[in-house]
């Protein structure tokens, strides 16, 4: 399993596995919204987390159509599926969603704060979305398992990945940006939909690899 | 239009001792048409059976089903006297399809530790393996840099790093020169001479003495 995750964090981070793209998509959407919205410092600092999340969470969507599909073009996913009595299937879609997550989401928190200088949000602001950010988005990466295991034969799946993943991923926002604002403004409360955040994440993280395995199982031709 | 066809196995029943893969009047199917019935054999330690016949004849839909990874139509394939190590055919099988299952952004090296790890049952050292497939040396090049003959070498030794009693090949010469086809026909032998299982589709000769000969798609209608 940890040879399955040191492949999968290899290829994430090498030429072609996409993780750069995801940073760099993260930097523009993040970047274009002052010119946007406009020179307005306290609007900026008030729909930071919000722009932050979205931003996140779009771009760590990017990758996740290739998480089973270049698997199965390259026949890998044969033997893995194969592997079912040594290695439960379920288990390896866990362990590829934490290597996805480790390759191409968990850059996008650590560029978080520094973006959030760009939306005049205050160290505390900064501090409570990147948190956020940190509990949040391993639950989009094994949302979008699923979405992945379902497209996996499909030539185009790219947008139909996100189209299916993005309602499901509604709540995380929800609960992520509110955790955000709750951390800054003062009668809003933090805890709770933090700990509802942390409770989404794992809750999905048992869900969601089951679910992927099922599909894979199902779709294999 | 149905391709049925009916098959024999030429050569007598095996000793019942060991390990013995069998298929009852096997029949499979691809998108709803059915594509070979009555299909029977059984292969016993140290024993191979060439699936030989022309495009479209089903056997690598054959293959994929004794495999596990699509369902039999009718029929059952099982393994006997696998005991607890090998408890069923996927379990107990390296299959090697169309596709290397290969990353191409990871060096031969890296490629061959990982299906090492994973699969478990270490065989032979990759530096050995490589050697047997006639590639020393070339395990630190990426594996999208060879060619396609030597692809599909790196390919073969991946059935060397872990041992598994039963080989599933679909056309495994595909791509080979005439001396690794006479390298890789060793290979097969040796691992019959140690109790292995192989079954092979292909339409080239494979060079494989002494193997039983299954002829798919003769009595079309």
């Given at each position: ?13 090498r ?22 919205v ?70 996008l ?40 295991a ?33 951390a ?38 | ?30 998108g ?26 089903g ?37 090697l ?27 032979l ?97």
């Amino acid at each position: 399993m940890l040879a399955l995750f040191v492949r999968d964090l290899r290829l994430g981070i090498r030429a072609g596995g996409g993780a750069l793209v995801g940073i760099l998509f993260f930097l523009a959407v993040v970047a274009v919204v002052p010119f946007g919205v406009g020179p307005d410092l306290n609007l900026l600092a008030r729909i930071g987390p919000a722009i932050l999340w979205i931003g996140a969470l779009l771009a760590s969507l990017l990758g996740l159509d290739r998480l089973f599909q270049a698997e199965r073009e390259d026949g890998a996913l044969d033997v893995i599926l194969l592997a079912e009595g040594r290695h439960m299937l379920a288990l390896s879609v866990f362990v590829k969603c934490l290597a996805h997550w480790t390759a191409a989401v968990l850059p996008l928190v650590v560029a978080s704060p520094l973006l959030g200088l760009f939306m005049n949000m205050d160290p505390l602001g900064i501090g409570a979305t990147t948190l956020t950010l940190l509990v949040g988005t391993p639950a989009i990466a094994f949302i979008g398992a699923v979405g992945a295991a379902v497209a996996v034969a499909l030539p185009r799946g790219g947008l139909l990945v996100s189209v299916l993943v993005l309602p499901l991923t509604i709540p995380v926002l929800i609960f992520g940006v509110s955790a955000a604002y709750g951390a800054v403004n003062d009668p809003d409360p933090f805890l709770p939909p933090f700990l509802i955040l942390a409770a989404l994440t794992l809750f999905f993280a048992v869900i969601g690899p089951f679910a992927a395995a099922l599909a894979l199982k199902g779709g294999s031709d | 239009m149905n391709l049925l066809h009916r098959t024999g196995w030429s050569g007598a029943a095996g000793e019942l001792e060991g390990m013995r893969l069998i298929a009852e009047n096997l029949a499979g199917e691809r998108g709803g048409e059915p594509v070979f019935s009555d299909v029977s054999f059984a292969i016993g330690e140290g024993e191979g059976l060439v699936v030989t016949g022309p495009n479209g004849a089903g056997k690598s839909t054959l293959l994929r089903i004794v495999a596990g990874l699509l369902p039999a139509s009718g029929g059952l394939i099982r393994l006997d006297g696998g005991g607890e190590q090998w408890p069923d055919i996927a379990s107990a099988c390296h299959y090697l399809g169309h596709a290397n299952a290969m990353k191409t952004a990871l060096s031969v090296d890296e490629n061959l530790h990982f299906w090492q790890d994973f699969a478990g049952e270490p065989h032979l050292p990759i530096d050995e393996a490589l050697d047997m497939v006639g590639l020393p040396q070339i395990g630190h090049l990426p594996y999208g840099y060879l060619s396609t003959g030597q692809k599909r070498r790196i390919a073969i030794a991946r059935l060397l790093v872990s041992y598994r009693p039963v080989w599933l090949l679909d056309e495994p010469t595909a791509g080979l020169d005439k001396a690794s086809e006479g390298q890789f026909a060793a290979l097969m032998r040796a691992h019959l001479e140690d109790g292995g299982i192989i079954l092979a589709a292909t339409h080239l000769p494979l060079g494989l003495e002494g193997a039983k000969a299954l002829k798919m798609g003769e009595h079309r209608e």
